[in-house]
Structure formats: structure tokens, C-alpha cells
């Protein structure tokens, strides 16, 4: 079923395509999951830089939660295997990622200083979001 949830939102990314600075933006914050799970944004990017470029703004925007205070969140990322119909599921369709943001919290611009936008500007220089789709996932 995952699958094929990607599979649509890839098909639909014409829509929800968005800037690589996006991946910052907050989910929608009006939704509410049911007891048990948590909200998650759930990402494919092509990687249109480096691989390595990806996997340091994704450390670097992970380090700015933390530095100011946000502890409850995570993003975790990898390589995509099989996105779209006939692929079999051994063949990597790099250069995608698919990243999943378990429970963003929402950032005012207010707060989006200048390593914020260090990190986003690492993710403009090397990816670009391809489908974006706000889940509600087990804890």
C-alpha cells in the first residue's frame, strides 16, 4: 500500500511539486492523527547535486531542531528502489530519496536565521522535491 502511495503522489507531483526550500516549509498543521500515530512529511527528491550534499543538509537541518530546542522530531532518508510502474524492486532509481519528517514542528519565518538558511540553501544546491505527502504514521 506504501507503494503505492508514493506511486500516486510521483504521478501527481506535477501538483505538489515544490522548490528544494520546501522541505523546510511545515506540514499542514491541521491535521490530526488518531491515537497512536504522528503527523510525517513524507518526501521524493532527486538528487540534482551530490548525494553526499543531500545527506549533509539533512544533518544540518536535523542539528538546527536541535540547537533550538525542537527534540521530538526526527528525518531519516534513503534511496529509493523501484518508484513507478514495472520497476522491479532491485533496480535503484537513483538519483531519488525518499526522506520521512516524523512529527515537524512548524517554524515561523521569524525564527529561520542564518543557519536555517545554510541548511536550505544545501538542499536547493542539491535536490529537487519531485512529491510531497503529509501522513499520519505509527509512533
Not at 507503494?3 to 506540514?27: D, E, R, W, Y
Not at 525542537?70 to 537513483?94: D, F, M, R
Request: aromatic share 6%.
Amino acid at each position: 500500500m506504501f507503494k503505492s502511495s508514493v506511486l500516486v503522489a510521483t504521478l501527481i507531483s506535477g501538483i505538489m511539486a515544490a522548490p528544494a526550500l520546501a522541505q523546510t516549509t511545515a506540514s499542514t498543521s491541521t491535521v490530526t492523527c488518531p491515537v497512536g500515530q504522528q503527523q510525517a512529511t513524507l518526501r521524493v527528491s532527486e538528487i540534482t547535486g551530490t548525494r553526499a550534499g543531500y545527506d549533509q543538509a539533512v544533518k544540518d537541518h536535523i542539528q538546527w531542531y536541535r540547537d533550538h530546542g525542537y527534540k521530538e522530531n526526527t528525518i531519516t532518508s534513503s534511496a529509493v528502489w523501484g518508484l513507478g510502474l514495472g520497476v522491479p524492486l532491485v533496480q535503484s532509481t537513483t538519483p531519488q530519496v525518499l526522506s520521512i519528517h516524523r512529527n515537524p514542528p512548524g517554524v515561523s519565518k521569524e525564527k529561520q536565521d542564518a543557519a536555517w538558511q545554510a541548511f536550505t540553501s544545501e538542499y536547493a544546491a542539491n535536490s529537487k522535491i519531485l512529491a510531497t505527502i503529509v501522513a499520519c504514521l505509527p509512533k
